[in-house]
């Protein structure tokens, strides 16, 4: 916390802290990590609230009047909205234009989003002509987020750069911690010591294309030109783990685990030889940063949000063609095959993920409140 800055954070809906049905997981999900430790928070009054985010929920009152301020509370100087698709957001971003409360928007959209046309297109251009009366700045997550915001506010509204980052010294550790804990995960899984591991960790949605990564585990495999063949191992769950399971049967290398909470996912990421992140419509991919700092070499699509900041293709891993099997077995091949290489990869991404980090998160955080409120310095 910058202690210039007094944050306050108006929740919605505490679904996530209780625990919820996650549609994407297809489970019962209550994270493992503490979510609301070390600042000031508030839960709003419900007015509606189905366990899950859509456009109309959560829905809460008392939006307005936490913004005005009381006798107890001051009014804010700042309104940071995370995302705009939704009422609560409207709502809080309208309420500060009457108030006088400058707006800070953020989101991870970009253009390579899932096509639209005639009408919708239409409609979300008039949309955005509103949200640019609304908003006084925005945050950018990334190079893709940025031209996003340039096609539709153009130069009209200034942009900081906050990269989306995760916890990086916090997956460093853990990924020095779980070292000795390797064997045992193995034991568990029946993994042979020595074979290489190709490593999924998400949702298994449709448009996550594991099937992509299973068509192309099992074309690497059945061709392997010498040496010990790798092992798939699929940590997740969702509405394709059946599909999945039914392709991988007879594949002795394949491992399904099921979900993983968040703090077993680094022992996971000891295991791997690369991590693959194979999805469509990925607008930036979180694990991608985690995985990067346990130093494995990465594979994603060119749909994957964080690869222009992330991944240069051939240096901290490989990008590919979206729904491109063979681009994705010829990835696998070299990495798998290639002695060392997925090592040289892997430290490649650590120094760059080092770089984009919480730090870069907190000058381009500073430098949008200093401009838009003149209340703290850059």
């Not at 509103?130 to 200034?158: H, S």
């Not at 990067?292 to 901290?316: F, Q």
């Not at 040289?344 to 500073?366: C, N, T, Y």
Request: proline fraction near 5%; aromatic fraction near 10%.
């Amino acid at each position: 916390m910058e202690p210039d800055v007094e944050l306050t954070v108006l929740y919605g809906s505490d679904f996530s802290v209780k625990g919820y049905k996650d549609d994407g997981f297809g489970v019962d999900v209550k994270w493992d990590l503490p979510l609301l430790d070390g600042y000031r928070h508030e839960f709003l009054p419900v007015l509606r609230d189905i366990g899950t985010q859509t456009v109309t929920s959560p829905l809460n009152s008392g939006i307005v009047s936490r913004l005005r301020g009381s006798r107890e509370i001051l009014p804010y100087d700042l309104l940071w909205v995370h995302g705009y698709a939704m009422v609560n957001s409207m709502v809080a971003m309208v309420a500060a234009k009457a108030l006088g409360i400058p707006v800070l928007l953020r989101s991870d959209s970009s253009l390579k989003d899932r096509p639209r046309g005639g009408l919708k297109l239409v409609v979300k251009g008039l949309f955005f002509e509103l949200l640019r009366e609304l908003v006084d700045g925005v945050l950018v997550a990334g190079t893709l987020n940025e031209e996003y915001w340039r096609y539709y506010f153009g130069n009209t509204k200034p942009l900081f750069r906050m990269p989306y980052a995760v916890d990086n010294d916090y997956f460093q550790r853990r990924a020095a911690e779980v070292v000795p804990e390797r064997g045992a995960l193995q034991a568990e899984l029946g993994l042979e010591p020595g074979r290489p591991v190709i490593l999924f960790v998400s949702k298994l949605q449709f448009r996550k294309h594991c099937d992509h990564l299973l068509e192309a585990y099992q074309k690497l495999v059945a061709e392997m030109r010498g040496g010990p063949a790798p092992y798939l191992v699929i940590v997740g769950d969702g509405e394709a783990r059946g599909q999945l399971e039914s392709a991988a049967a007879g594949l002795e290398g394949v491992r399904f685990c099921g979900f993983r909470n968040q703090s077993e996912l680094p022992r996971f990421f000891d295991l791997a030889t690369v991590f693959v992140l194979p999805s469509r419509h990925e607008p930036w991919g979180l694990i991608v940063n985690e995985v990067m700092n346990a130093g494995k070499a990465v594979i994603v699509t060119d749909d994957v949000g964080a690869h222009p900041d992330l991944i240069t293709d051939g240096v901290e891993g490989f990008v590919y063609p979206v729904g491109d099997v063979a681009a994705l077995q010829e990835a696998l091949r070299k990495l798998v095959e290639t002695p060392g290489l997925a090592e040289q990869m892997g430290q490649a991404g650590l120094a760059r993920i080092s770089r984009w980090s919480f730090e870069e998160d907190i000058v381009g955080f500073r430098q949008a409140v200093a401009q838009l409120t003149k209340k703290i310095e850059a």
